[in-house]
């Protein structure tokens, strides 16, 4: 079975106001069976304010890797995240991992919760 073993912030920049924030994480998931092995994704949780701030001028954002929250809540992704994987488990480790990979792009970060999806890299 799939975990977090662990969930790092990377960077973090709260603006000016406590609803523009920008948080970059590191997440390792890895098979619960195994210490110490895993692999690493990347992802940035972002509140809707920082989002139209950073397409004030007219960039366009894709949107993979990014989390948009209403409030900040560690409990809430943490458990997000525990969903997403509990999605993608499977008795074939290899199989659980292709699974989570259809969660992500070519450099880990995650998109989305559709499994199957082949939009990645």
Same mark, same amino acid.
């Given at each position: 079975?799939?975990?977090?073993?662990?969930?790092?912030?990377?960077?973090?920049?709260?603006?000016?106001?406590?609803?523009?924030?920008? =948080?970059?994480?590191?997440? !390792? =998931? *890895?098979?619960?069976?195994?210490?110490?092995?895993?692999?690493?994704?990347?992802?940035?949780?972002?509140?809707?304010?920082?989002?139209?701030?950073?397409?004030?001028? *007219?960039?366009?954002?894709?949107?993979? *890797?990014?989390?948009?929250?209403? !409030?900040?809540?560690?409990? =809430?992704?943490?458990?997000?995240?525990?969903?997403?994987?509990?999605?993608?488990?499977?008795?074939?480790?290899?199989?659980?991992?292709?699974?989570?990979?259809?969660?992500?792009?070519?450099?880990?970060?995650?998109?989305?919760?559709?499994?199957?999806?082949?939009?990645?890299?």
């Amino acid at each position: 079975m799939l975990i977090i073993k662990a969930l790092t912030k990377m960077f973090e920049d709260w603006g000016e106001d406590i609803d523009d924030f920008y =948080i970059t994480y590191n997440i !390792d =998931i *890895g098979p619960s069976e195994i210490n110490g092995a895993s692999d690493m994704f990347s992802f940035e949780l972002i509140r809707p304010k920082r989002l139209a701030r950073m397409t004030g001028q *007219g960039d366009i954002i894709i949107g993979h *890797g990014h989390f948009i929250a209403r !409030d900040f809540n560690e409990i =809430i992704l943490e458990a997000t995240l525990n969903r997403i994987i509990n999605k993608c488990v499977d008795d074939d480790m290899n199989k659980a991992y292709k699974n989570l990979s259809a969660f992500s792009l070519g450099d880990g970060r995650i998109i989305n919760n559709i499994p199957g999806n082949q939009n990645y890299i």
